[in-house]
Structures are given as structure tokens and as C-alpha cells.
């Protein structure tokens, strides 16, 4: 990946078609739900919920992790997401960018696999 890109993910393991990927999280914007280094299995293509972590890629490309507030309209009209970071102090998110379109939620985070293993609605903010 390209330095100064994918702020929030430093891997991000979508690309095989498989139903399940990995993504490693970077960066302070997701604090105190999840921390830098933390291991998290998401499901691609899954329904997202208001309060879902999900995994987007913003218009310029960048990979983050972020937490699915509510439903709006794009700058284009279609169906998108108002997603913010649980830190509001780091990061950029939906209030920078806007709403992101349906199909750049690319999934649903599903469980903290590693320092040690959080459930869904688990990773709620704490």
C-alpha cells in the first residue's frame, strides 16, 4: 500500500471474493473501541446496521475503519452512510467527507480477533 494512504488499515484482505477478510487497525480515530494493531475479521458484502463497524474506501482511495451512523443521500443522490470515528479528535470521517456511497462500504466488522477476541455489538463504544 501506498505510504500516506490507508490511514486506518494496514491490511486490508478483501480482494480474494472469499465471504471473510482481515483488516489490521491503525491509528488513533477508532479509540477506546479499537486500538492500533488490533486484528478484526469482517464479513464483505454484509447488511450494515446503524452502530456497525465497518471497513470503507473513501472517493480518494483511503481504507478505514468506521462506525455506521446513519442513512443519507450523496452528493450524487444515491443511497449512502454518515460514518464517524468513535475518537473525534483523530481521523477523518463523514464530517470531512461526507456521506459515503452503499457500495464503498465494502463490510461489516465482525469480531476483534486479536489482542483478544470482542463479539458485534461488543465493539460498541465503550
Known sequence: M???????????GGASG?????ARVRGRSMLPT????DLLL???GARVS????????????TLAVKRAG??????????????????????VDSRHR??????HVLGVVRLRVWPSPRLGRRLSRT
Open 18 to 22: 472469499a465471504p471473510f477478510g482481515t
Open 50 to 61: 446503524p452502530g456497525d463497524l465497518v471497513v470503507t474506501r473513501f472517493a480518494d482511495g
Open 2 to 12: 501506498q505510504r500516506g494512504r490507508n490511514r486506518g488499515l494496514a491490511r486490508w
Open 70 to 91: 446513519e442513512r443519507r443521500r450523496t452528493r450524487t443522490g444515491g443511497d449512502g452512510w454518515w460514518l464517524v470515528s468513535d475518537n473525534p479528535d483523530e481521523g
Open 98 to 103: 461526507g456521506p459515503v456511497p452503499d457500495d
Open 42 to 44: 469482517v464479513r464483505h
Open 34 to 37: 479499537l486500538r492500533a494493531g
